[in-house]
């Protein structure tokens, strides 16, 4: 069941990122349209036809009507949740839980240092998929083996999460773009993973580093903060929320 869930969640995270996406491009070309639109009414202006055809002003009206009924459309957000409690959950439960479902070939070799107390404020099947991508990210790089290395600790402004891994790292100019959608440095990869966890960082307010690590490879970390993250109430963490 918990495998089935985290599959569930991990396609719900990649069709957000796919709408967000073509939200953007979609949003794009409508304010190519309308600048067009604007360029053509203003020459059709200055002819006969805009006196003589009446209809002419009414299908510029039509356009600019459409279009701004569509940019509503692609603005439209799913509420947010009202009341209740914040979901809160222990990092170590998403980083094992996210292990647990990882295919971690025999090549490879997992570290932990799992040492914060506080808590993360997500539903811990919401953090297993963060901790998931950046897991599957990390194996990726590592075709010939390697070690991959998950940390959690607590920091003055809540916990910090990071996963590192000793791969071939990245090009300098491939870090400025790691974080796009859909971009990749592997064939027949999606290149989601990485914007998944950019995106929730953003959403949250979270702070998220990308860079080489001292091994040569890559690491990702993540600065959970907020009200509801770090090691205040540290004996009430909600266990899975759920």
């Known amino acids: 069941m918990a495998g089935r869930d985290l599959q569930a969640r991990e396609r719900a995270a990649v069709a957000d990122v796919v709408a967000s996406t073509l939200r953007h491009d ?3 070309k409508l304010a190519s349209i309308r600048n067009a639109s604007f360029y053509l009414m203003r020459q059709v202006k200055k002819t006969d036809l805009w006196n003589a055809d009446p209809r002419v002003e009414t299908f510029f009206q039509l356009i600019e009507k459409e279009l ?3 940019e509503d459309v692609l603005s439209k957000r799913a509420p947010p949740p009202s009341g209740g409690t914040r ?3 222990s990092a170590r439960e998403g980083v094992e839980h996210a292990l647990a479902q990882a295919q971690v070939p025999p090549s490879v070799k997992v570290v932990r240092e799992l040492t914060e107390q506080g808590g993360v ?3 811990v099947e919401d953090l297993a998929l963060l901790v ?3 897991v599957d990210n990390a194996l990726e790089a590592m075709p010939r083996g390697g070690t991959l290395t998950v940390r959690t600790r607590d920091t003055e402004s809540g916990v910090c999460l990071r996963v590192e891994d000793t791969g071939e790292g990245l090009a300098a100019e491939a870090y400025s773009r790691a974080l796009e959608p859909f971009f990749t440095t592997r064939p027949h990869h999606a290149g989601l993973g990485l914007s998944i966890v950019h995106r929730t960082a953003v959403r949250h307010g979270w ?3 990308l860079g080489a690590g001292p091994s040569g490879g890559t690491y990702v970390e993540i600065q959970f903060t907020g009200p ?3 090691a205040h109430d540290r004996n009430d ?3 899975g929320s759920k």
Do not use: F, H, I, K
Request: with cysteine; proline share 8%; aromatic share 0%.
């Open 68 to 70: 701004t009924s569509a």
């Open 228 to 230: 509801e993250a770090g």
């Open 207 to 209: 702070q998220l580093d």
């Open 132 to 134: 998931r991508c950046l």
């Open 121 to 123: 404020p997500l539903e």
């Open 87 to 89: 979901p809160r959950c």
């Open 237 to 239: 963490v909600t266990r």
């Open 26 to 28: 979609l949003r794009n």
